[in-house]
């Protein structure tokens, strides 16, 4: 991310990984980034901040890419199809699908932030386009597998997948952050899922 | 859309609507608002432009506002309960999302313009919660009807209209607006959708 003279130093490497960290939570916070508040939390200067960071828009792509690659990796961890095949379809998308607006909620001023710099930012651009296609091999793989247990019906493995992520990041919405567990919004979106996936004689459970 | 002193007067009325379609053919052919730009598509002179506009923010605001105003028009004819029950879902949905596809190809550069100035415009907020509630009345309806002519399945008819409004709202992105109709991608859209919508008995459809 940007020229950082230091990064090849592990301490330098540990200081922005503390900066990025403090970067998250100030945005998450306050709703931008503030040098000296991010400083403050890191528990460094603000004329570190400015050593790592050349610009407050750089600190954003910073922050972006830490959350983004969260964001795989909950993708990773959490679409797991052992806990699938071990959970029915529609118990296990509901676990996930909870934790996953659980995860959005945390870092939904962090995307926001991103995605209003995304159209003058060819940093936040190239971010978000890599970490997507990453995101995308984990649902592609979990499709493929469950396809492979007969747990989701056969098609387009790589289009389900594509399907699936791109339903996913619709959930950085307000309606959906304020919904209720297992409330009438957080039902459909479980259902809608579990009908795109089910196979054929799965259709008739209830969501 | 902010204080225009002329907005009483019939022509006042009809040159900022021809300044507010200038703006937003600028911004989809040029990604940006510029005052001679728009000055020139609309016949008219920058200090014209910058008499309805007070800034290029209140620009924008004027263009998403209108291509919001298409959108919720949109909705309210494209999503005809007649048509479906003429077409059956499957391929009802084929259509309608085919169009809705083109619909945000040709607005995409409008919405992610106001996207980038969301967090920083209450006026674009505005617009979008209000725009946001008319169209989701218009997807509600659709839904209402379609449960009472029985092609679509019982359910809590606000939120299936709430998840398939957010489904829809993912489509302004490059893989959905690059796909081929009818290639791999639209056939996946389509099928969660009628999968999520179908009565019981439609739900082994082929897609």
Not at 73 to 97: N, R
Not at 143 to 155: F, P, T, Y
Not at 168 to 195: D, F, K, T, Y
Request: some cysteine; aromatic content about 8%; proline content about 3%.
């Amino acid at each position: 991310m940007g020229a950082e003279p230091h990064t090849n130093t592990g301490r330098a490497a540990k200081t922005r990984l503390r900066l990025v960290e403090a970067v998250r939570s100030t945005i998450e916070d306050e709703g931008a980034v503030s040098a000296g508040e991010v400083a403050r939390r890191a528990g460094t200067s603000s004329a570190t901040f400015y050593n790592y960071f050349e610009s407050h828009e750089v600190a954003v792509a910073g922050a972006f890419d830490a959350a983004m690659v969260d964001l795989v990796a909950f993708v990773e961890h959490e679409l797991d199809v052992a806990e699938l095949l071990d959970a029915e379809l529609t118990p296990f998308l509901e676990g996930w699908t909870w934790r996953a607006f659980g995860f959005f909620r945390e870092n939904s001023v962090v995307f926001d932030l991103a995605r209003s710099l995304h159209l003058r930012s060819p940093e936040i651009r190239t971010i978000y386009r890599e970490r997507e296609a990453e995101a995308l091999a984990h649902y592609t793989r979990f499709v493929r597998l469950g396809q492979r247990a007969s747990v989701i019906r056969d098609g387009d493995t790589d289009a389900m997948a594509e399907a699936m992520m791109l339903t996913s990041q619709g959930w950085n919405h307000p309606r959906v952050l304020s919904c209720e567990r297992n409330g009438a919004l957080h039902c459909e979106i479980v259902h809608a899922m579990a009908a795109h996936l089910a196979p054929p004689s799965k259709q008739g459970d209830p969501a």
